[in-house]
């Protein structure tokens, strides 16, 4: 699901279109101290746009809600799932690390945690104008969009925190919703008639990872290990090394990854064939944690298994991506297989350099695109007065 931004033109362009809008903010702000609710709100609002970016661009900040965009016929299914739910862990984490770090005892401040996130995903076909500077979306499918905020999923399906996908974006998600556990959902509009979707419960999600345990090669076990440094936002590293559309324009001897149908959507449980050629490399994802790390187990056609963990740190000029490697049962067997680290070697090092000279070329065009198009929002700064100025009853 590569985001791209083409020129800003007056006629009709293809795009899935994203809501990220906080729930409860009307009562809670009924109920709450202004200056602190202000400013839980703008710190909020800025860890959602920050964590929509790069993927989606920003066309718009609605109150309590993000309004974004990404150009595109099709969608990566799974990756879009992956981002929806990156951002709301975001949030969650936010929102706890907000109330852990405040000593204020004030209605905004003890009554934050009631805050949630949903999300309204919807494609279509919008206008894209430049007016004083700034980008305008007009089309129905805007107005489809927001019409599917004012939806009755909390009082029919009793799930607060949730991704609503309208029939429109799932057929362009290439997903097979009931698959992945959504619940099908129909509403009726005065305007619209009948609109169609599926439901995504983000609580269960949050809670499944919570629960979920962690699969990772620690420097202690690694027989191999690797790091560079990318000039490129984590999200896109991310993408570029974990696409199996994007892996043979840069992975060392790769010609081709087909990902099997072994799970509903990538992630842990998926099955890759990475062909080299006439031979074939089994990979079998152990933990997925966009965009934090990735850990597989490795077979190779001479039945040579290895466990490997790519993780991803943001860095200020780019990201580092750390690679680790082992194989065996313990370090000596690690020991007996010295042949190992220079085969892995040999793949690893020419495929990162390869990798490092195509996002150089990707995060050019994304600059001369940017260049061009009128710039994004600003996202509101807190103040952080919550933390810093508690107020005592």
């Known amino acids: 699901m590569r985001p791209y931004h083409r020129r800003v033109l007056s006629q009709p362009e293809p795009a899935c279109l994203l809501i990220a809008d906080i729930s409860g903010y009307t009562s809670y702000l009924a109920r709450a101290e202004l200056d602190h609710a202000q400013d839980i709100l703008a710190d909020l609002i800025g860890t959602v746009v920050g964590a929509l970016r790069p993927t989606f661009r920003l066309a718009k900040l609605e109150g309590d809600a993000a309004f974004a965009y990404m150009l595109g016929e099709r969608v990566d299914g799974s990756q879009l799932l992956d981002t929806i739910e990156r951002i709301y862990f975001t949030f969650r984490r936010r929102l706890r690390d907000i109330s852990q770090a405040t000593a204020c005892e ?9 805050l949630d996130l949903k999300f309204i995903s919807h494609h279509g076909s919008i206008i894209r104008h430049k007016i004083a500077g700034h980008e305008e979306l007009v089309g129905s499918d805007v107005i489809v969009a927001h019409r599917l905020l004012k939806n009755h999923v909390v009082e029919r399906l009793g799930t607060p925190a949730y991704a609503l996908f309208s029939s429109a974006c799932v057929a362009a998600m290439g997903i097979d919703p009931a698959a992945l556990g959504m619940i099908e959902y129909r509403d009726s509009y005065d305007d619209l008639g009948e609109v169609g979707g599926w439901v995504h419960d983000l609580g269960a999600a949050w809670a499944a990872e919570l629960e979920r345990g962690r699969v990772m090669v620690t420097e202690r076990d690694a027989g191999y290990s690797f790091e560079m440094v990318h000039q490129a936002p984590r999200d896109v590293v991310w993408s570029f090394m974990t696409d199996p559309a994007i892996r043979p324009r840069w992975q060392f001897g790769v010609t081709g990854v087909d990902e099997l149908p072994t799970a509903p959507r990538r992630g842990t449980g998926t099955t ?3 062909m080299h050629g006439a031979d074939v490399v089994v990979e079998q994802i152990l933990d997925w944690r966009p965009t934090d790390y990735v850990t597989q187990r490795t077979t190779l056609p ?39 680290p220079g085969m892995l070697a040999g793949m690893i090092v020419p495929g990162q350099a390869k990798l490092h000279e195509v996002l150089g070329e990707e995060m050019t065009r994304r600059a001369a695109v940017a260049a061009e198009a009128p710039a994004e929002p600003a996202a509101p700064e807190s103040q952080d007065r919550e933390l810093l100025e508690p107020i005592t009853p």
Request: glycine residues 6%; positive net charge.
């Open 106 to 114: 004030c209605n905004a401040c003890t009554l934050m945690p009631r």
């Open 272 to 274: 890759n064939h990475c």
């Open 302 to 340: 001479n039945g040579f298994t290895a466990v490997s963990t790519y993780a991803f740190e943001d860095e200020p000029d780019g990201t580092r991506v750390r690679i680790r490697f082992t194989w065996g049962k313990s370090k000596r067997e690690r020991e007996e297989l010295s042949f190992v």
